[in-house]
Nanobody, 117 residues
Framework: VQLQASGGGLVQAGGSLRLSCAAS????????MAWFRQAPGKEREFVAT????????YYADAVKGRFTISRDNAKNTVYLQMNSLKPEDTAVYHC???????????WGQGTLVTVSS
């Protein structure tokens, strides 16, 4: 499975960005997709996840109500719509695929989001 993330950039606080993650290869190995992020000097943290089949979603408290994760099964692509961005959202965002054993085995290369105050 290969994951290609895109859509990062520089935005002012209060602005919006949409990240995309295109999956290819053995898609059947994945049952859920997620976004994680890692800010400079901090550990990687979970952001949001979506079930590939049912579409059920789950969010970290820090982004709930501001970020929306969605998927387009026909395009094998997952999106992260980020609204009301804050400087503390600045990080490298990675998409990840979860296998049937519940482990995040597949990772994209990351896309940098910078939110200026």
């Amino acid at each position: 499975v290969q994951l290609q993330a895109s859509g990062g950039g520089l935005v002012q606080a209060g602005g919006s960005l949409r990240l995309s993650c295109a999956a290819s290869g053995s898609i059947f190995s994945i049952n859920a997709m997620a976004w994680f992020r890692q800010a400079p000097g901090k550990e990687r943290e979970f952001v949001a996840t979506i079930s590939w089949g049912s579409g059920s979603t789950y969010y970290a408290d820090a982004v709930k109500g501001r970020f929306t994760i969605s998927r387009d099964n026909a395009k094998n692509t997952v999106y992260l719509q980020m609204n009301s961005l804050k400087p503390e959202d600045t990080a490298v965002y990675h998409c990840a695929g979860r296998n049937l054993r519940g482990q995040y085995d597949y990772w994209g290369q990351g896309t940098l989001v910078t939110v200026s105050s």
